[in-house]
Structure formats: structure tokens, C-alpha cells
């Protein structure tokens, strides 16, 4: 799909998908690469701009992650982040050393608004910084344009070589006009049109899959998820009755997600899909049984999920492609987009076995944000409900349990989480918050109930806001809501004796459990 394209080259910051997606915000496309990409790749790409992530490391060390000097040379704008800017310096001529006052949190910027990058922005600003280090002489040709009372060189910039650094995170949603600064580098200096749409990313889509697949056959894996979804409904507009969704209920759905599934997709749903449903709960409990390391759960789950798909695939006949409802976090995460470490292994990604008995796997999502999902499924038709639908894993809650999965701890989750659904959809809370669900912990403690002791497990609920589930913080649930989910759980679900609140943001923890 031709299209402008802005990079963004990842020093192993942990924002490096957000500067990605708020690029994206900005309708303009935005890819993530590693700092040991080869500058010739980045020739051949054109990219209308770079972006440097942050980083853990110092810039001036021994070993420490860099890129050549022959980067700022090519006459692309570049913008350097933290990390990036600290390494532009540094590359560039000038002096990053140990900061004598570290700066952490929310910092007012004073900003030079004379300077394309801080166009409208005003000119004393709430940044978010997070460095240890600090640029203490600018490289040659740089002017300074922001500063803080601690930090000298806030910002600087080379107009003539559209070389730009800043010392803070204009990704995050504290910084309160970061996003204005990076729509300025993308359109004023970059010179980006905007051409990143959906209504043109379902069109072009379509006619893609048209042109590879011709008269093949497709296998869709529809778990009923938002992702999965999209892409039947994708996949159906552009190939019809070509199309085979294959639905697997490994056992580690909701309560009755199977059974619902089948209503919207099944023979009685309003997309006329040719809809398999295979019924293999016993066979992933027989594989999981033993196993308690979430990464082997989410491999084991991505291998069997492939089974059974080329099992159904000989049943129907021979098929050619097999569609998969990827999306980019499910890519970065699994550590092979950018540089970042391996978050966890998604179970249709980095879970995926060496040999697939399919000529070619197509995931025709595998470059959309989550929200952008979303979008294209609206464009589509899918009605808002199955849109908005809660995002659902997967491994499902294979990795909502924490340790061995069993059928007695599926019931005991699947119990406690229709409860928790349940009373957050009658407290009309249903629509604020981002996600929510129930979890068992691997943890039993003593309790009493009915004057006996028990010795039961403990289940934790969990519910976030966010707006592009890269960051997120706990949700404030009112007391009484927690408390009427806590009784009923307690009293309708056998085997729990305790239910905690999950007050744990991303990062540092994930939204998931496993």
C-alpha cells in the first residue's frame, strides 16, 4: 500500500509502540524498526521522517545501542527522543554526561515557540521527563529552543539539517501538548499530508486479498474477539464464499462465549459465513495439564490453535491461506518489531509453530493499532456492540489463571468474571472503563465460611483506562460496586474465599495476568 511513511527506530524505550500510534493519530503511517536496521533498508523505504525512541542505557557508554552518523545525513528530518536526542548530540559532537539533578515526572518546559517544533504550543508547558543523563554542550550548529530549571537543554535544533532533540516524552499523554509537537515535525517539517485513513485502508485491503488470493481457498481462525472478527468480515467482503471460519472453543472462554459466538457468526447470524465450529475443550486441558510457565502456556495454546486449524482444513479440502486477526502490539510485544524485549509470546504470533501446513498465512491486520481495528470494523458495518465488544486474549483465560489450568479453575474464573461482567454493566460503568475481567490467582488461603474453615482460591478482579492499551492505569471503581461483586462471588462461586483489587498500571505490570 503506498503511503507516506514515518519511522521510528527503537533503542529499547518502552514507549516505542505509543510514538508510533500517536504518529498515527496524526494520519500519517508509522512503522517501528530496530537501531541495528541497516541504513540502506531505511534508504530503500523513503520515510518521510525518523523518530529515536528513549532507552534505558547511557548513550556515552561502552556497548551501548547507536546508530551511524550517516542517519542525520540523509536529509530526512529527524527527531530525537530522550534517549534519541542524547545520542544525536553525542554522535553529532556534542556532551551527554550524568545529570547532577535528575529529572522524573511532570516538569514545566519553557519552549522557544519561534521554532517549527513548538508551533501554538505554549510557551510554558507540562512535559513529562524520565533521564538520568543530560546533554551539557549542544553538537555544532545546534541552537537551544526549550529548557527547564534543572535541565539546560531541554530541546534543541539544527533548522538546516531538520535535525530536532528533546530531552522529554511528548508520546505520553502528560506531556499536555505533545501531541501538537509531534503534528508539528510530521506536517511542518516533514511536509506529511495525512493519507493514513481506514475508509482507504479497507479499500486497498480488499482489493489486495482479492489479487493474492484468487481462486484459492481461506481458512479464517474467528475467535469471536474484536481482531479476529474484523478480519472474517474483511476477508468475507473481499473473497465471499471462499471464505471458511473455523471457530475452535478450546474451553478458556467466558461463561456461554461459545454459544454466543456461534449466534452472531454461525448459520443464524447475519454475515453468511461458512462457520465451522469445533468443540475441543478436553484436547487443550490434556495438553495444558502439568504446565504452570505462562510463555509455554501461550506456545502450547498458538500450536494446538494451529492443529486443529490444519485438521479443519483437510475436512473442507485443500486451502491455500489461512487469515489471522493479528495486530501490531500482538507483533512488538512478541519482540519482532523494534528492539524491545519479549513481552510475551501471542498465541497467533510468537506462539506460532515452525512448520504451519498452509501455503501462506495472511494477516491483514497485522499493522493496525487496536482503536484502528476498530475503526475498520465500523467501516465495515459490524454493529458498535461487536465492535466495542471487551477485548478478550487469545489464550483466552488460559492466561487469566495464573499456574496450571484445569477444568474446575476454568469454571471457577468463568463463574466470577460473568458476576464481575454482570454488576459493572449494572452499575453503568460498562461504557467508562476500558477493560475488565476476573483472573484466578494461584494463591488458596484459610477463610471461614458457615463457621468451617476453608481453604479456598483467591480471585482478583482487574479494570484499567486507556485510550491505545500501550499504557494504562487501574480504574476507581466505586467501594459499593466492588463490594456487591466481592459478596456474590464469594457466595455463588464454589472454591473462593477471597477477592482482591488489582491496582497495578501499565507499565510496569501488563494488562493481562500472564
Known amino acids: 500500500m503506498k503511503k507516506e511513511l514515518v519511522i521510528v527506530i527503537d533503542f529499547g524505550g518502552q514507549y516505542n509502540q505509543l510514538v508510533a500510534r500517536r504518529v498515527r493519530e496524526c494520519n500519517v ?13 531505511i534508504k530503500e523505504m523513503h520515510p518521510k521522517g525518523i523518530i529515536l525512541t528513549g532507552g534505558p542505557n547511557s548513550c556515552y557508554e561502552e556497548g551501548a545501542p547507536t546508530y551511524s552518523k550517516e542517519l542525520f545525513e540523509l536529509g530526512i528530518p529527524v527527531l530525537g527522543l530522550c534517549y534519541g536526542a542524547q545520542l544525536m548530540q553525542l554522535v553529532l559532537g556534542g556532551t551527554v554526561e550524568k545529570a547532577p539533578v535528575r529529572e522524573y515526572g511532570k516538569i514545566m518546559v519553557h519552549v522557544e515557540t519561534s521554532s517549527p517544533l513548538f508551533k501554538d504550543v505554549t510557551p510554558d508547558t507540562i512535559c513529562w521527563m524520565s533521564h538520568n543523563d543530560y546533554i551539557s554542550k549542544t553538537a555544532p550548529g545546534f541552537e537551544i529552543i526549550a529548557t527547564t530549571a534543572d535541565c539546560p537543554v531541554a530541546a534543541a535544533q539544527c533548522m538546516k539539517d531538520q535535525l530536532y532533540a528533546i530531552q522529554f516524552h511528548p508520546e505520553v499523554l502528560h506531556t499536555q501538548e505533545g501531541k501538537k509537537m509531534l503534528h508539528n515535525f510530521v506536517y511542518h517539517i516533514c511536509g506529511c499530508s495525512g493519507d493514513w485513513r481506514m475508509d482507504s485502508f479497507v479499500e486497498e485491503t480488499i482489493g489486495q486479498i482479492r489479487e493474492k488470493v484468487g481462486k484459492g481457498k481461506v481458512l479464517c481462525a474467528l475467535s469471536g474477539g474484536v481482531d479476529s472478527s474484523v478480519a472474517a468480515v474483511l476477508l468475507s467482503k473481499a473473497v465471499g464464499d471462499q471464505l471458511t471460519c473455523v471457530f475452535v472453543d478450546h474451553g478458556l472462554l467466558r461463561k456461554n462465549e461459545g454459544d454466543e459466538v456461534e449466534a452472531v457468526f454461525g ?16 484436547r487443550f486441558y490434556d495438553k495444558l495439564a502439568g504446565v504452570a510457565e505462562p510463555e509455554q502456556k501461550r506456545k502450547i495454546i498458538g500450536e494446538e490453535f494451529i492443529r486443529v486449524f490444519e485438521e479443519a482444513a483437510k475436512e473442507i479440502g485443500a486451502v491455500d491461506f489461512l487469515i489471522q486477526g493479528t495486530i501490531y502490539p500482538d507483533v512488538v510485544e512478541s519482540g519482532l518489531g523494534g528492539e524491545s524485549a519479549v513481552i510475551k509470546s501471542h498465541h497467533n504470533v510468537g506462539g506460532l509453530p515452525d512448520c504451519v501446513d498452509f501455503k501462506e498465512i495472511i494477516e491483514p491486520l497485522r499493522n493496525l493499532f487496536k482503536d484502528e481495528v476498530r475503526k475498520v470494523g465500523l467501516e465495515l458495518g459490524i454493529p458498535e456492540y461487536l465492535v466495542f465488544r471487551q477485548p478478550f486474549p487469545g489464550p483466552g483465560l488460559g492466561v487469566r489463571i495464573v499456574g496450571e ?31 475488565y475481567f476476573a483472573a484466578l490467582t494461584n494463591m488458596r488461603s484459610v477463610g471461614v465460611m458457615g463457621d468451617e474453615r476453608t481453604y479456598d482460591y483467591a480471585v482478583a478482579l482487574r479494570a484499567v483506562n486507556t485510550v491505545d492499551f500501550m499504557t494504562a492505569e487501574a480504574a476507581e471503581i466505586p467501594y459499593e460496586v466492588l463490594q456487591r461483586v466481592m459478596s456474590r462471588i464469594i457466595n455463588e462461586v464454589k472454591g473462593v474465599n477471597r477477592v482482591m483489587y488489582d491496582l497495578t498500571s501499565k507499565p510496569p505490570g501488563t494488562i493481562e495476568f500472564e
Open 405 to 435: 489450568v484445569t477444568a474446575e479453575k476454568v469454571r471457577i474464573v468463568q463463574d466470577a468474571d460473568a458476576i464481575y461482567r454482570e454488576e459493572i454493566d449494572k452499575a453503568g460503568l460498562n461504557k467508562t472503563l476500558g477493560q
Open 267 to 282: 448459520p443464524k447470524g447475519n454475515y453468511q459465513l461458512n462457520f465451522i465450529r469445533v468443540n475441543a475443550q478436553q
Open 29 to 41: 503511517y508509522c512503522e517501528i524498526y530496530s537501531y541495528k536496521t541497516d541504513i540502506e533498508k
